[in-house]
Structure formats: structure tokens, C-alpha cells
């Protein structure tokens, strides 16, 4: 079946610093990518919208300039946290849709200290 | 706009009891319901969904009704094993949801003990 590599699985680091995340699918290309959050007992929520070759499109409330998105090819999708403050900790998960379904990583747990 | 509320855990069972996660969901029109399992270490994958009301999902011995009457899609398995220990999601993309937008709910962790 399908896979996503997302990486890395967790990832500590100091305040105002800058985190890249990486989304991968590995055996198909996917124009459209998918980054989600999710804080401790509160539901997943769609960040944004990863298109490749355009602008990625942000849902309400999501800062673009601190969550910058880059779909630069079919089977990569990144997600930078710049600037990261500890309110920024949080599970991020990315998908990738393939035809009619979704395809999910495994999610990275972002920790700043 | 659209919501998933589900049955808070963590849940913990023994091997072969009855499980049941409550499901229900408020959304505009005629949604898609979906429920997604994450393993540990793995992403989220889709266990079962269904698309109109009274459709029934299935999947590796696990069931959800899709109740419009009671907007509710609750995930049922009648024995559960050691194996199914997982966080389990349940989700809604809206009617005529081109744009695969999921809602989803907080999760529900389920532990099953030999």
C-alpha cells in the first residue's frame, strides 16, 4: 500500500529557533499534502493545504508567515515552525492524497523549551 | 461549522471483552464518516467509513452505523485482541467534500490486556 515518511518522529528545540518537518510519500506522487495539529486532548486540526508548484492555502487562525509550507516537488511536502515559542509544542501529522484517499505519517512531536 | 466529539479515553480492556467508542458529529448537509486507527509509530490508516445514512462500515471484525438520526457513528467490535491497542479517530468530510478536508475528533486510546 501506500506509505509517507514523515520525519523526524520528535524533535526538541530552544525558543526562537527554526524546525523544519518533512513529508515524504515514497511510492506515489501527490499534488496535494496536508498538514495537521493536534494539542493534548484537543481534536486534529487542519493547518493548511499543500499544493505542488503553487501557494499552500491556510485555514483560518494559522499564521502563514510562522508556518511556511513548501510543496516543491510531487513527493515532498515541507513544514518549517520559524521562530518556534513554547505554545508552538504540539503533534503535527502530515497526509498525502492519492486519488480518492488519504494517506498519513506518522507524525512529528514538536517540543520547545 | 463542522465537529466531531468522541468518547473520551483512555479505554482499557481485557482480551475479548465488547468494545464500544462513541462517535457523533454536527456538520452542514450530508457528510462522509470515517474512523482512522494509529498504531504506535505508525500513521493514521483508515479502518472503516460510510458515505449516507444507514450505511454500515466494516472492517477486521470492527462496525459503524452511520445514524442521521442521531448524527452518531460509533465504532463497535465485539472481541477485542491484544492487537487492536491503538488511538482511533473518527472523522467527517463534508457533502460534496472535493477538497478531502478532514474534521476530526480528539482520538480515543484504547489499551486491551491479555
Known amino acids: 500500500g501506500a506509505v509517507v515518511s514523515q520525519h523526524p518522529s520528535r524533535v526538541i528545540c530552544k525558543s526562537g529557533t527554526s524546525v523544519k518537518i518533512e513529508c515524504r510519500s515514497l511510492d506515489f506522487q501527490a499534488t496535494t499534502m496536508f498538514w495537521y495539529r493536534q494539542f493534548p486532548k484537543k481534536s486534529l486540526m487542519l493547518m493548511a493545504t499543500s499544493n505542488e508548484g503553487s501557494k499552500a492555502t491556510y485555514e483560518q487562525g494559522v499564521e502563514k508567515d510562522k508556518f511556511l509550507i513548501n510543496h516543491a516537488s510531487l513527493t515532498l511536502s515541507t513544514l518549517t515552525v520559524t521562530s518556534a515559542h513554547p505554545e508552538d509544542s504540539s503533534f503535527y501529522i502530515c497526509?498525502?492524497?492519492?486519488?480518492?484517499?488519504?494517506?498519513f505519517g506518522s507524525g512529528t512531536q514538536l517540543s520547545v523549551l | 461549522g463542522n465537529s466531531v466529539t468522541q468518547m473520551e479515553g483512555p479505554v482499557t480492556l481485557s482480551e475479548e471483552a465488547f468494545l464500544t467508542i462513541n462517535c457523533t458529529y454536527t456538520?452542514?448537509?450530508?457528510?462522509?464518516l470515517f474512523w482512522y486507527v494509529q498504531y504506535p509509530g505508525e500513521g493514521l490508516q483508515l479502518l472503516l467509513k460510510a458515505t449516507k445514512a444507514d450505511d454500515k462500515g466494516s472492517n477486521k471484525g470492527f462496525e459503524a452505523t452511520y445514524r442521521k438520526e442521531t448524527t452518531s457513528f460509533h465504532l463497535e467490535k465485539g472481541s477485542v485482541q491484544v492487537s487492536d491497542s491503538a488511538v482511533y479517530f473518527c472523522a467527517l468530510i463534508n457533502s460534496g467534500g472535493s477538497n478531502y478536508k478532514l474534521t476530526f475528533g480528539k482520538g480515543t486510546l484504547l489499551t486491551v490486556n491479555p
Open positions: 497526509s498525502a492524497r492519492r486519488s480518492e484517499k488519504l494517506f
Open positions: 456538520a452542514t448537509g450530508y457528510p462522509s
